[in-house]
């Protein structure tokens, strides 16, 4: 909360060290100066609030624990790097840690091996054992997209192996575009113990998460989703409802969420307003973010990548759903 208040100063401490953070606070408190906690012998963390900042006063608490060098350069270093391979999802990355000249480093592949991190987390809920697709013709992918508030933050997905280049591209071209993606999480994050996979993508859809591979039906039918084999992406579900039609054309909104206008936190979890005359379903133009039009820069750059678009179909429509067709 202090990063955008106009504070001119600041004070670096040792999380470690507890009494030199607890001896900081009270002096702090008057001054109206954050407190950044660093790791013992490092300073990544105040490195990366000051970056770009004017700091006019600062303060350190516990000496040499922080600044083992004595180096006070360190907490406005302006390139801390960030490993790709290991940062979680929703990880916030800064501008000025991102190399413009080599983007490909933050758009990667990776196999899923049996007992390995991602296997762990997918085993017995995204993914079964089963005869339609196996785990090697899965792909893991990380990437950078940028976030509702305009922030930089590590996503991943899972999609069929087949697509994880052309998936890479988009994702890309969307990022260069500062195209803006709520939040990109395995749909395992949403996994609700003892339900099934449906279950799981109705969760990730009330937090507005991008998501591709789930093994599942499709929803009231017996029929695999492409989803089941990792050949289709959701992108911003909540604002690109799936909508179901009765015989008189009166649309219907399963996910009841969706029919709302819909803000969300620094998580990325929603805060519903209700005002049922602001909503998705009628509510469509280019105008509204993250709203997806027929043509539009989403529509375009999945299209010209072999994906069909559910906002196309007559009846129902998906505005969220892109899919390599059958």
């Not at 000249?101 to 196999?111: I, P, T, V």
């Not at 009330?206 to 591979?213: P, V």
């Amino acid at each position: 909360e202090f990063i955008n208040s106009g504070v001119r100063g600041s004070a670096v401490s040792c999380g470690s060290n507890f009494p030199d953070a607890l001896c900081a606070g009270p002096i702090l408190y008057k001054l109206g100066y954050p407190l950044i906690l660093s790791d013992k012998g490092k300073s990544e963390s105040g490195a990366l609030y000051h970056n770009g900042k004017t700091i006019d006063h600062l303060l350190v608490f516990g000496g040499k624990t922080v600044l083992p060098d004595g180096n006070i350069e360190h907490l406005f270093t302006k390139n801390v790097p960030l490993n790709i391979a290991t940062a979680p999802a929703k990880t916030h990355v800064l501008e000025a840690q991102i190399d413009r000249n080599n983007l490909d480093q933050y758009f990667q592949a990776y196999r899923i091996n049996v007992g390995d991190a991602v296997y762990n987390r997918i085993n017995g809920k995204s993914y079964v054992s089963n005869p339609h697709i196996s785990l090697s013709s899965l792909r893991y992918l990380k990437v950078h997209h940028y976030n509702y508030e305009g922030e930089i933050q590590v996503g991943e997905i899972i999609v069929n192996s087949a697509i994880a280049d052309r998936t890479l591209s988009i994702f890309k071209s969307f990022f260069l575009a500062r195209y803006q993606i709520c939040q990109m999480r395995l749909i395992d994050d949403f996994w609700v113990p003892g339900r099934d996979g449906n279950v799981a993508d109705d969760n990730s859809i009330d937090h507005n998460n991008t998501s591709s591979f789930n093994y599942r039906v499709v929803a009231g039918q017996t029929q695999l989703s492409r989803h089941a084999l990792g050949l289709a992406i959701d992108i911003n579900p909540l604002e690109n409802p799936y909508v179901t039609y009765d015989g008189a054309g009166n649309p219907h909104v399963p996910h009841d969420i969706t029919a709302e206008f819909v803000s969300y936190d620094k998580n990325g979890d929603p805060t519903f307003k209700s005002n049922p005359s602001i909503n998705y379903i009628h509510w469509r133009s280019s105008s509204v973010p993250h709203v997806i039009m027929n043509n539009d820069y989403c529509d375009q750059v999945f299209k010209m990548s072999g994906f069909a678009w559910g906002g196309d179909w007559i009846v129902p429509k998906d505005f969220q759903h892109y899919e390599i067709p059958k």
